[in-house]
């Protein structure tokens, strides 16, 4: 196993203006991207709306999606439906889904956006009907963890909400999957053979394939939310 990590801080995010068509000014931050990674990924990304803002609807053309609502509240509109949105809500997003966002609270819509290559187009992962795919809106902070072969058709495998205790650890092995974690809450530490990285809020860390993690909690606990994509086991030639 390897010791490469990709790790992000949410410093100097970009400024987007009227995002997918949408209003006002969003701040962004690429946390990991398909140059960071082996698997079919286009990009992990966070995202910030003041209050009245707006992403336009747009279509998913070619890419799967989930959306991690992190702070705030909003409504997600979903082929033309509207779905009330809060901190803790995981949106899945089919290909054929056209959809956007609109922060209705007092306060900044924060959210995470996992956008991996549609069914067909990810190469060396194995077809799947796509029949029964479907966009809904997830309570994670209750379900804890989500298949998203339940969701989609795509390279997607599973997105979850982990709690550490103190000292409590978790290891995270990227051996048929790759991860992207992003801390929400607490502090910690990801550990590889060879390297330290602290975590608090707002750092995320990538594990490229044939690479391992072993996630600590921290003094008062640590909360993260990780997703896994499958990656084919020839990925970027790695060995």
Request: charged share 25%; hydrophobic share 40%; net charge negative.
């Amino acid at each position: 196993m390897s010791d490469r990590l990709v790790v992000t801080t949410l410093d100097e995010p970009s400024e987007v203006y009227e995002m997918h068509g949408g209003e006002r000014v969003a701040r962004w931050k690429c946390l990991a991207r398909r140059n960071n990674l082996f698997g079919p990924w286009e990009a992990v990304e966070r995202s910030t709306l003041p209050p009245g803002a707006a992403s336009g609807v747009h279509l998913h053309s070619r890419t799967e999606q989930f959306d991690y609502v992190v702070a705030g509240s909003g409504v997600m509109t979903i082929n033309g439906t509207d779905h009330e949105v809060a901190a803790g809500d995981l949106i899945t997003t089919c290909l054929g889904t056209r959809h956007g966002i609109r922060n209705t609270g007092t306060d900044d819509l924060v959210w995470l956006v996992i956008e991996v290559s549609g069914p067909g187009m990810a190469d060396g992962v194995p077809h799947r009907d796509a029949d029964g795919v479907r966009a809904e809106v997830i309570d994670l902070r209750e379900a804890r963890d989500v298949d998203a072969l339940d969701y989609l058709a795509g390279p997607l495998r599973r997105a979850r909400l982990v709690r550490l205790a103190p000292s409590e650890t978790e290891s995270l092995v990227a051996d048929e999957q790759e991860h992207v974690l992003y801390t929400l809450a607490g502090t910690g530490t990801a550990k590889t053979r060879s390297t330290t990285v602290p975590l608090r809020d707002g750092v995320s860390v990538g594990v490229p394939f044939l690479g391992a993690v072993t996630i600590e909690g921290g003094p008062d606990g640590l909360e993260f939310f990780v997703v896994s994509l499958a990656v084919p086991a020839s990925a970027g030639g790695a060995k």
